[in-house]
């Protein structure tokens, strides 16, 4: 798998070399305090006062890509900036949001080709994709829960999906009550496997990349899967267990988890 750092912080995609990054309003948020960020933060606001309307949304769509911009000098790949949530139930909206995101990128010198729109796997958000991705603007699906979500993303020929584990986990623990999983009966990794088996089994050229991840015996588990996006904690945690992080991740073998226990019987 190619390790993603799921983080906006530039000091620690400096220190963990991933081959991409992947942020959120709440990462954003939580990158925004740092010290390295104030100057940005500043012209956001500047830049916002100047274009009217919501001053809050617009500078942090300023900020979200003055933030990426920063990441693309670091990483080789891609970054991913997310479409504002509560869009994510509007087509039209979202495609909006996500040609003004990359005409800033542009603005700023840096090409469509490393940004990675990211959506809600929402049908709106999905249908949203579907168009952008035939302007050129590669989308990253997340919020992603189901076979049904991944199914239609496939469909809709979008570059990268975020299927999502930890969240999975949290809902079946409130749910039953049980405090006990373990990463071969997690049901997050077993719906990210069964999502990976789906997608190769029928050839989709879409990136599966494993994203929400509470531990560490989650991503090993999901070794193998094309891309799994990290926090800096479980990276740190990845490296302390593996003295290499990268290792135990590249091999590529088939997600140890067995993809055919349907998620509700999980
Ligand atoms: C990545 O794409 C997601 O934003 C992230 O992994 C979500 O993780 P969380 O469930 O810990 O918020």
Redesign the pocket.
């Given at each position: 798998s190619l390790v993603v750092a799921?983080t906006g912080d530039i000091e620690a995609i400096r220190r963990y070399q991933p081959q991409d990054a992947?942020t959120?309003p709440?990462?954003l948020l939580k990158a925004a305090q740092l010290p390295q960020y104030q100057q940005h933060v500043k012209e956001a606001l500047s830049w916002a006062e100047t274009q009217g309307g919501d001053v809050i949304a617009q500078a942090s769509m300023k900020l979200a890509v003055s933030i990426g911009k920063e990441i693309l000098q670091i990483v080789p790949g891609l970054v991913?900036t997310e479409v504002d949530a509560r869009l994510s139930f509007d087509t039209r909206a979202s495609v909006e949001y996500a040609r003004r995101l990359i005409t800033l990128y542009e603005q700023e010198g840096v090409g469509r080709e490393r940004v990675l729109i990211?959506l809600a796997s929402t049908w709106e958000g999905i249908a949203a994709a579907s168009l952008l991705e035939k302007e050129g603007i590669r989308c990253?699906l997340?919020l992603l829960f189901s076979q049904c979500q991944a199914v239609a993303c496939a469909e809709a020929g979008v570059t990268l999906i975020?299927p999502?584990v930890?969240?999975i986990l949290d809902w079946y623990k409130a749910s039953t009550g049980r405090d006990d999983y373990t990463a071969q009966d997690d049901p997050g990794v077993l719906s990210v496997a069964s999502i990976y088996e789906y997608y190769k089994s029928r050839g989709y050229p879409t990136i599966v990349m494993g994203?929400?991840?509470?531990n560490t015996g989650e991503i090993e588990a999901l070794a193998g899967c094309d891309r799994l996006?990290i926090?800096p904690q479980l990276l740190q945690e990845l490296q302390d267990d593996k003295g290499e992080l990268a290792s135990g991740l590249n091999e590529d073998v088939v997600p140890q988890a067995k993809p055919e226990q349907p998620l509700s019987e999980a």
């Open positions: 799921d992947t959120n709440s990462l991913s990211k990253n997340t975020s999502f930890g969240r994203a929400s991840f509470r996006t926090s």
